[in-house]
């Protein structure tokens, strides 16, 4: 579980400009094997929030803990998916996935029998000695997910994974990470600035407020798992969706956005 409490983080400026603060008091609760997105605005602070929760940024105040210990920097109960897939260029696919058990020091034999098995869960099954450059965007981003999986953590940190493709292969690309989490439950936060990504993903939606970053409110997204194909046509679907851009558009009314 990850418990975030009172957590607030501001940037120093430069050459005269102000300080920025970025969070200001954020709570949140991320229940075991729960999916929570958070949603918000460019630059309201979800990026940061994460890179919090993921230990590789330090509040300033306040304390962030995953089953009720302090995060103290990275650790091996969590794995993150980033936007730009961050994949070793030189390295070939198989080689990619295993990167983080080679890290651990599995031995090779067993690090690629892990790498090819998520390399056919997610359809890559024949391009194990490709390179990152022969891929497209969307295989890519199947390789950085697959690479987070290998090392089984307990905690999935995704920062707008499918912001860089194209509509279509990020529909394929969330299907794809629905079907995977079904068969491996994790805790999963994920940010995005998508109202439908977020629904349609999501167990519950974090809604941010523009910067300082704050929560809001926290949506519960009661729909069935696992999500039927027709779930885009489901009037609850719509009826969230609806209320989260209601909710954005009147904080933007109101700071005058």
């Given at each position: 579980?990850?418990?975030?409490?009172?957590?607030?983080?501001?940037?120093?400026?430069?050459?005269?400009?102000?300080?920025?603060?970025?969070?200001?008091?954020?709570?949140?609760?991320?229940?075991?094997?729960?999916?929570?997105?958070?949603?918000?605005?460019?630059?309201?602070?979800?990026?940061?929030?994460?890179?919090?929760?993921?230990?590789?940024?330090?509040?300033?105040?306040?304390?962030?803990?995953?089953?009720?210990?302090?995060?103290?920097?990275?650790?091996?109960?969590?794995?993150?998916?980033f936007q730009h897939f961050a994949l070793l260029p030189w390295a070939d696919v198989l080689s990619n996935v295993a990167f983080g058990l080679e890290l651990r020091g599995m031995p090779r034999p067993e690090r690629e029998q892990i790498a090819r098995h998520l390399l056919r869960t997610i359809g890559l099954e024949g391009f194990e000695h490709h390179h990152p450059r022969q891929l497209s965007g969307g295989m890519q981003q199947r390789v950085g997910l697959a690479r987070a999986l290998a090392v089984d953590p307990e905690i999935l940190l995704m920062d707008e994974p499918f912001g860089s493709v194209d509509e279509q292969t990020r529909r394929l690309l969330q299907d794809d990470l629905l079907r995977l989490l079904e068969r491996a439950r994790k805790s999963v936060l994920f940010v995005t600035h998508s109202m439908d990504e977020a629904v349609r993903l999501g167990d519950r939606v974090a809604l941010m407020t523009p910067r300082p970053g704050r929560i809001l409110e926290t949506v519960d997204v009661d729909l069935p798992r696992p999500r039927p194909p027709d779930v885009d046509r489901n009037p609850r679907l719509i009826e969230l969706k609806e209320y989260l851009w209601a909710r954005l558009r009147a904080m933007h009314a109101a700071t005058g956005d």
């Open positions: 579980m990850i418990e975030i409490v009172e957590a607030s983080k501001t940037y120093a400026g430069g050459s005269g400009r102000p300080a920025i603060l970025a969070l200001d008091g954020v709570n949140l609760t991320v229940r075991a094997s729960e999916f929570v997105c958070l949603l918000g605005t460019s630059g309201c602070g979800k990026t940061t929030l994460l890179k919090i929760v993921a230990g590789l940024e330090s509040p300033d105040s306040g304390d962030v803990r995953i089953d009720g210990r302090t995060v103290a920097g990275p650790g091996p109960d969590r794995a993150m998916v």
